[in-house]
T-cell receptor, first 117, second 113 residues
Framework: GAVVSQHPSRVICKSGTSVKIECRSLDFQATTMFWYRQFPKQSLMLMATSNEGSKATYEQGVEKDKFLINHASLTLSTLTVTSAHPEDSSFYIC?????????????FGPGTRLTVL | KNQVEQSPQSLIILEGKNCTLQCNYTVSPFSNLRWYKQDTGRGPVSLTIMTFSENTKSNGRYTATLDADTKQSSLHITASQLSDSASYICVVSAYLGGQNFVFGPGTRLSVLP
């Protein structure tokens, strides 16, 4: 099946620094990628939908200036958490949707554990 | 309001036993329904996907059913194994000029030896 990778898998940073998380579709092209945040024992919460070559669409309550999303190619989307604070500590997961038009194809990455000290 | 509910919230069973997880949704217009398995600290992995016309779909020991009339789905796990311990998430897609995915809260399954 299609593979989505994320890098890094785990990151620890100091409060006030910025962290970039990469999401790559390894064997397929994805015009649309999704970014989710998941707190312990809770379900995934959609943060934003990223379309290749255009601005991301953010869900209500998600600060677009704090969570910068870039989808510069059909295989790469990045999420940058700017001026991270301890409350941003969470599990961030991306997913990618195939461009083939098959409505079945949304594949998740393994996630990135962010800890802000 | 598009919503997905799952029950039970958590479940503990003994290895080798069967179990059934439930998913009820109020998502419209319905496109498809997926069941995902998420191990702790990992991303979700797709188990099954069903469109409106599909009533059942199997993937090894996992069998999902869909009743589009009552807007209910179930995931049946047969002969459970310790590795089945995970969260199982029901995701319903609505087609609103593009895919809109509605996530259920998940059922946390623990399989004990």
């Amino acid at each position: 099946g299609a593979v989505v990778s994320q890098h890094p898998s785990r990151v620890i940073c100091k409060s006030g620094t910025s962290v970039k998380i990469e999401c790559r579709s390894l064997d397929f092209q994805a015009t649309t990628m999704f970014w989710y945040r998941q707190f312990p024992k809770q379900s995934l919460m959609l943060m934003a939908t990223s379309n290749e070559g255009s601005k991301a669409t953010y869900e209500q309550g998600v600060e677009k200036d704090k969570f910068l999303i870039n989808h510069a190619s059909l295989t790469l989307s990045t999420l940058t958490v700017t001026s991270a604070h301890p409350e941003d500590s969470s599990f961030y997961i991306c997913s990618a949707k195939e461009t083939s038009g098959d409505l079945r194809g949304q594949f998740f990455g393994p996630g990135t554990r962010l800890t802000v000290l | 309001k598009n919503q997905v509910e799952q029950s039970p919230q958590s479940l503990i069973i003994l290895e080798g036993k069967n179990c059934t997880l439930q998913c009820n949704y109020t998502v419209s217009p319905f496109s498809n329904l997926r069941w995902y398995k998420q191990d702790t600290g990992r991303g979700p992995v797709s188990l099954t996907i069903m469109t409106f016309s599909e009533n059942t779909k199997s993937n090894g020991r996992y069998t999902a059913t869909l009743d589009a009339d009552t807007k209910q789905s179930s995931l049946h796990i047969t002969a459970s194994q310790l590795s089945d311990s995970a969260s199982y998430i029901c995701v319903v897609s609505a087609y609103l000029g593009g895919q809109n995915f509605v996530f259920g809260p998940g059922t946390r399954l623990s399989v004990l030896p």
